[in-house]
């Protein structure tokens, strides 16, 4: 039976990160992210909603969606964001589940969705355990900001946009602690998927 694994966090507390390392495990991921981008592409309905409810001053010259554009509005206005989350996150639940499935019909030993809102919007019923990449606040803002050029007040925007992320770790099945070197969090990982019995 494929184990479906949630792996979430808060911004910038390491989930595409750990993401990368469930490649030395042949463990699939699916990222919700990336759906996010894939379905606001020119031509698609989600696309049209966008244009229609934040208008042209969000496309760049190309016609595609200015992110920075979106993202400054969006951090900033709790309405406008859900407003923009209600356009989105139907088309990319819709993707997530249809590949989670896929890889259920085949069989896989685990598959990962990665969802950075998996508690924001619910979706603890779509994966079997849930597993939070954990930073601590200093080194989410410092890592957010180096990672983004961000001031420290647009980082305070996105990182106060979400759940935080201590809050998301007690809820946690388990739990990865990212503030150290990757290798550490390597390691943790490697604990986790042998006691869930994912790696022999
Ligand atoms: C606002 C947008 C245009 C900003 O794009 P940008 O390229 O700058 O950021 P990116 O998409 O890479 O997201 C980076 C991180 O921001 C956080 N984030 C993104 N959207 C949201 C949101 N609606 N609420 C809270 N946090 C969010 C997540 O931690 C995510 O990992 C974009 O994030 C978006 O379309 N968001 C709505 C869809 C969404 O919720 N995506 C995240 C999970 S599906
Ligand atoms: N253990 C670590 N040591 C040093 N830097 C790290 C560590 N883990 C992650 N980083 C860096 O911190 C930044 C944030 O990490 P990452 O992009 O993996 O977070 P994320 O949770 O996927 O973020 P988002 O929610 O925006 O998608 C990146 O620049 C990454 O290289």
Not at 9 to 37: C, E, H, Q, W
Not at 99 to 107: L, T
Not at 125 to 130: L, T
Not at 133 to 158: F, K, N
Request: proline letters at 2%; hydrophobic letters at 40%; glycine letters at 4%.
């Amino acid at each position: 039976m494929t184990v479906v694994v949630g792996l979430t966090g808060s911004i910038a507390s390491g989930k595409s990160t750990v993401s990368l390392m469930f490649d030395d495990y042949n463990i699939p991921v699916i990222d919700a992210d990336k759906l996010s981008r894939e379905v606001v592409e020119p031509g698609e309905k989600a696309y049209e909603e966008i244009v229609y409810t934040f208008g042209s001053s969000v496309l760049r010259e190309d016609q595609t969606i200015d992110r920075k554009a979106l993202g400054n509005i969006v951090f900033q206005d709790e309405e406008k964001r859900k407003q923009l989350n209600s356009i989105v996150h139907p088309a990319v639940r819709e993707r997530m589940l249809t590949k989670r499935d896929d890889y259920i019909a085949k069989e896989v030993r685990a598959v990962v969705l990665d969802i950075p809102l998996l508690f924001e919007s619910n979706l603890m019923d779509y994966v079997d355990k849930v597993l939070v990449v954990y930073v601590d606040e200093g080194t989410q803002l410092s890592r957010l900001m180096e990672r983004d050029g961000s001031s420290e007040e647009e980082a305070m925007s996105r990182i106060n946009s979400q759940i935080p992320v201590a809050e998301k770790a007690k809820k946690a099945d388990e739990v990865i602690d990212n503030s150290g070197s990757k290798q550490s969090s390597y390691d943790q990982l490697d604990h986790i998927l042998r006691k869930w019995g994912i790696v022999a």
